[in-house]
T-cell receptor, first 113, second 113 residues
Framework: AQSVTQPDIHITVSEGASLELRCNYS??????LFWYVQSPGQGLQLLLK??????LVQGIKGFEAEFKRSQSSFNLRKPSVHWSDAAEYFC???????????FGTGTRLKVLA | ETGVTQTPRHLVMGMTNKKSLKCEQH?????MYWYKQSAKKPLELMFV???????ENNSVPSRFSPECPNSSHLFLHLHTLQPEDSALYLC????????????FGSGTQLSVL
C-alpha cells in the first residue's frame, strides 16, 4: 500500500541554523513528490515538487529537496532558517493517473530566536 | 490569498443540525477537492471533482454529501454528524490531476457538539 512517513513530529532549531526534514514514501511506480507548508489558521502552500529530471529541486522561500530513489526518500532542506519558517510541513506523494495525493502526518517546526 | 475561498471559517453544530460548507475558486481550475485534517493524522482525501464529475470518493460516510454545481464552486453538505467529525475541512483546486499543484483554501474549522 502507498504511504508517506515523516518520522519527526516536532523539530526545534535556532534561527540561522540549517534544517533537514525527513520524508520516506512507499509507492511502486515513479512518484510525484511534494512538500507543502501550513501556517497556523491557513491552508497548505506548495514549497516544491518533483517528478523527473534533476534530483535536487529548488523551491520557494529558499527551500530545496533531494530525491533519492534508492532510499525512497525526499528530504527537505534549508541552509539557514528564519523565524518566519515556523510552521507545519507536509510531504506528499501523488499517485500517477489519479487525483489522489497521500500526505504524511506532518512535522511541526519551531524556531528559536 | 491563494484564490480559493472557504466559508464559513468556523462552524459549531449539534449532531442533529444540517449545515453546508462552501468553497469557491477563482483560478479557472478544472478539479476541486475536499480534504479532512484531524490532529495527528494525515490529510484524508474525501472527494474529488473533475469538470463537475465526481472522480474520487474515499469511502466517506453518507452524512457527508458533496455537490459541485460548476467548476468554480464546491459544497459539502453535512447532516447528523458525530463528534469525531470535528476537524478542519480543507478545499483545494488544481488544473488537472496528480502532478499538478494543489491550491488550498484556509479551511473551515468544524466542531460537532
Amino acid at each position: 500500500a502507498q504511504s508517506v512517513t515523516q518520522p519527526d513530529i516536532h523539530i526545534t532549531v535556532s534561527e540561522g541554523a540549517s534544517l533537514e526534514l525527513r520524508c520516506n514514501y512507499s509507492y511502486g511506480a515513479t512518484p510525484y513528490l511534494f512538500w507543502y507548508v501550513q501556517s497556523p489558521g491557513q491552508g497548505l502552500q506548495l514549497l516544491l515538487k518533483y517528478f523527473s529530471g534533476d534530483t535536487l529541486v529548488q523551491g520557494i522561500k529558499g527551500f530545496e529537496a533531494e530525491f533519492k530513489r534508492s532510499q525512497s526518500s525526499f528530504n527537505l532542506r534549508k541552509p539557514s532558517v528564519h523565524w518566519s519558517d515556523a510552521a507545519e510541513y507536509f510531504c506528499a506523494v501523488g499517485l500517477s493517473g489519479t487525483y489522489k495525493y497521500i500526505f504524511g502526518t506532518g512535522t511541526r517546526l519551531k524556531v528559536l530566536a | 490569498e491563494t484564490g480559493v475561498t472557504q466559508t464559513p471559517r468556523h462552524l459549531v453544530m449539534g449532531m442533529t443540525n444540517k449545515k453546508s460548507l462552501k468553497c469557491e475558486q477563482h483560478l479557472g481550475h478544472n478539479a476541486m477537492y475536499w480534504y479532512k485534517q484531524s490532529a495527528k493524522k494525515p490529510l484524508e482525501l474525501m472527494f474529488v471533482y473533475s469538470l463537475e464529475e465526481r472522480v474520487e470518493n474515499n469511502s466517506v460516510p453518507s452524512r457527508f454529501s458533496p455537490e459541485c454545481p460548476n467548476s468554480s464552486h464546491l459544497f459539502l453538505h453535512l447532516h447528523t454528524l458525530q463528534p469525531e467529525d470535528s476537524a478542519l475541512y480543507l478545499c483545494a483546486s488544481s488544473q488537472g490531476g496528480v502532478g499538478e499543484k494543489l491550491f488550498f483554501g484556509s479551511g473551515t474549522q468544524l466542531s460537532v457538539l
